[in-house]
Every structure is written in C-alpha cells, then in structure tokens.
C-alpha cells in the first residue's frame, strides 16, 4: 500500500476525529468538542493522554457535573416513562 503523505491526514487530526467522533454530542449543549473530549474520562482509551484539549483554559469539573445532571435527567426520564408504561397496561 502505497500513501502518499500529502494525501493521508496527519497524526493529530486522525487523533482528533477519533476522539470528537467518540464522544462529541453537538446536542448536549454542555460545550466545544474539544471541552467534552477533555472531559472524557476513559482512562482504559489507547488515545487518553493524547487526546485533545480546549485552546483555553477551561474548568473540567464543570463539565463534568453538567455531564453528571444530563446523566441523572435521562435516568429519571427513563424511569417516568417506564411508570408511564407500566400504569398504562
């Protein structure tokens, strides 16, 4: 297999487009896809410590608890319609 370097994406955008493609929800509205993919706490992921990062400075935490309440709102919608479901039998 013969690739010609100008043809093949670079080591870091092939890094990038794995990481956004994980992880990114552009639906979230809990930031950038870099301050998510900053957020990513899969630590057992090859690309973890070469994942990117935000150009700024941002508070993880932050995100991380705004990940923790959209985690916490889906399981609750979760349960009311499985209630919902059930009463309706």
Known sequence: ???????S????KSINA???NCIYDRYSG?????QQVAA??????A????R???I??????????KNSEFEAINQIQDYEESEHLGAAK
């Open 9 to 12: 994406p670079s080591l870091r």
């Open 18 to 20: 794995h990481c956004k």
């Open 30 to 34: 809990i930031g950038t896809w870099r």
């Open 56 to 65: 700024f400075h941002i508070n993880l935490s932050l995100i991380a608890l």
């Open 52 to 54: 990117p990062m935000p």
């Open 40 to 45: 990513c706490t899969s630590n057992s992921c």
């Open 1 to 7: 297999m013969n690739i010609s370097r100008a043809t």
């Open 47 to 50: 690309l973890f410590d070469v």
